[in-house]
């Protein structure tokens, strides 16, 4: 070998001597020189120190070809009811029956707790009352003056009270009905907190309401992954608790805001709870997804890397002899343990994945099944 390193000198101090050439010019030269130094070495690798022939080093080889790639990543999220309400009465009173149990089943406008409403179903009937008599004393009045006897400010006064009457009427029936707590939608009693007798009012809560079914993951998503999650995004879901339990579902809503102070977006997923097994606030953990394409990959333990680059040795029919070739790749994301080659290989090429450390350029392999 140091003849050769000689022999190459030599052209190169020749012909510096024949004319001057730039220092570009040089280092280009001094490049060219090592690389065929660096072919002749794999050459002379193939031989012994006897100056036989070695014999062809044995490898495996993987044909590559496109295929679907998806790189996904998970989330720890928190399960929400998308129905779950803190019920409270819309007026103080005291609380005079309690018509649901715990874990009760309710629909939608049932009624769940009455306030004592004596005082305003009195004042109900004396105003039903006093209505009676004002409704008689305004048809008179009506008659007579549809016949021209009567005075006008007595059909007008007349008028006056009995809509007072009704209008007030109509606000005690309202009163009323506020005495009766309804379910706001169709759901579990979890937890009733007051017991007859007690004071209720709109600052205190009576009874827990949650719908199980659908339930919603709530997660909070580094805004790095904003470009790759959109409405209606397949998702699959697993909760911890319990093993082996995972749902499919799809992505309900993308936040639009940045959470400034740890540059989160929030993600909503819905998911389906017949079976009623995900209780709100249990723990659930989204597989998300930024990378979705057809490549070709190879395993990224074969992918070596040297001053130029990363590259793979791939196995090439040469003069009716499998001769190794090194290819410098480019590279993408990797997806579990493969790695995805965005250039350097096409399909068909034969890579090297066992065997791969025995290996030098242009050495002669067999090829194993």
């Known amino acids: 070998m140091r003849k050769i390193a000689i022999i190459l000198l030599s052209l190169s101090v020749l012909q510096a001597c024949q004319e001057q050439r730039t220092p570009e010019q040089i280092k280009s030269e001094i490049y060219t020189h090592k690389e065929a130094i660096k072919k002749l070495e794999s050459e002379l690798a193939n031989y012994g120190e006897t100056g036989t022939a070695k014999k062809a080093i044995k490898v495996i080889v993987q044909a590559v070809k496109k295929q679907e790639v998806k790189h996904t990543f998970e989330y720890t999220g928190t399960v929400k009811a998308q129905k779950m309400a803190y019920i409270s009465p819309q007026m103080n009173g005291q609380v005079q029956k309690i018509l649901v149990k715990e874990g009760q089943h309710v629909s939608e406008g049932q009624i769940l707790l009455k306030l004592n409403a004596d005082v305003i179903l009195s004042g109900i009937a004396e105003v039903k009352t006093g209505l009676s008599l004002a409704t ?95 409405r209606g995004d397949s998702i699959m879901v697993r ?10 579902s799809t992505v309900n809503h993308v936040g639009n805001i940045i959470n400034a102070a740890n540059r989160t977006f929030r993600v909503v ?39 130029r680059g990363k590259y793979v040795y791939v196995a090439s029919l040469r003069d009716s002899l499998q001769i190794a070739r090194k290819v410098y790749v480019k590279t993408g994301m990797n997806v579990e343990d493969n790695t995805v080659i965005e250039d350097g290989l096409k399909e068909g090429d034969k890579v090297i994945v066992k065997g791969y450390n025995l290996v030098n350029p242009e050495v002669e392999v067999s090829i194993q099944q």
Not at 199 to 209: E, N, T, W
Not at 212 to 219: A, K, Q, S
Not at 290 to 302: A, L
């Open 269 to 307: 997923i819905k998911i389906d709870n017949k079976d009623m097994k995900i209780k709100p606030n249990m723990v659930a953990v989204a597989q998300l997804s930024d990378y979705e394409g057809k490549n070709i990959t190879v395993p990224s333990i074969i992918i070596k890397e040297d001053r």
């Open 239 to 248: 909760f911890p608790t319990y093993d082996g339990l995972t749902k499919v």
């Open 136 to 230: 008689t004393l305004y048809n008179k009045q009506k008659s007579l003056r549809e016949k021209g006897i009567g005075k006008e400010i007595d059909y007008l006064q007349a008028k006056t009270k009995k809509e007072s009457l009704e209008a007030k009427l109509r606000t005690l029936r309202a009163q009323y009905k506020m005495t009766e707590v309804r379910a706001p939608f169709a759901g579990i009693v979890d937890h009733i907190y007051p017991k007859i007798g007690e004071m209720a009012g709109p600052v205190r809560k009576v009874i827990d309401l949650v719908n199980m079914d659908p339930m919603e993951v709530e997660l909070d998503v580094s805004e790095k992954y904003i470009p790759y999650i959109h």
